[in-house]
């Protein structure tokens, strides 16, 4: 059974950093793009990154461009996103996504950052 669990997230001040992780299980991962979306209160999820099979492509949304990186460890079957310079914006559930762009096969349950003012 494939699953996916997020982990690191929580409460933060503004300009302050975390660190989210995704482990999948259940089957390797290596060969699809690994992703990254979030949720605020009242809205439609969004695309934050994504990152390719072999990690030598990532796309970012142009509102975390330049503050979030992704990266991924395939022997471990894990995600990363590192959120720096936190906005309070960026409140949200976050949620990992394995599969293709546009057509995410599997998801996990998600992980809340909170960033006040």
């Known amino acids: 059974q494939v699953q996916l669990v997020e982990s690191g997230g929580g409460l933060v001040q503004a300009g302050g950093s975390l660190r989210l992780s995704c482990a999948a299980s259940g089957r390797t991962f290596s060969n699809v793009f690994m992703a990254w979306f979030r949720q605020a209160p009242g809205k439609e999820r969004e695309f934050v990154a994504r990152?390719?099979?072999?990690?030598?492509?990532?796309d970012y949304a142009t509102s975390v461009k330049g503050r979030f990186i992704i990266s991924r460890d395939n022997a471990k079957n894990t995600v990363h996103l590192q959120m720096n310079s936190l906005k309070p914006e960026d409140t949200a559930v976050y949620y990992c996504a394995v599969g293709v762009p546009r057509s995410y096969n599997y998801w996990g349950q998600g992980t809340q950052v909170t960033v006040s003012s």
């Open positions: 990152i390719s099979s072999s990690a030598s492509n990532t």
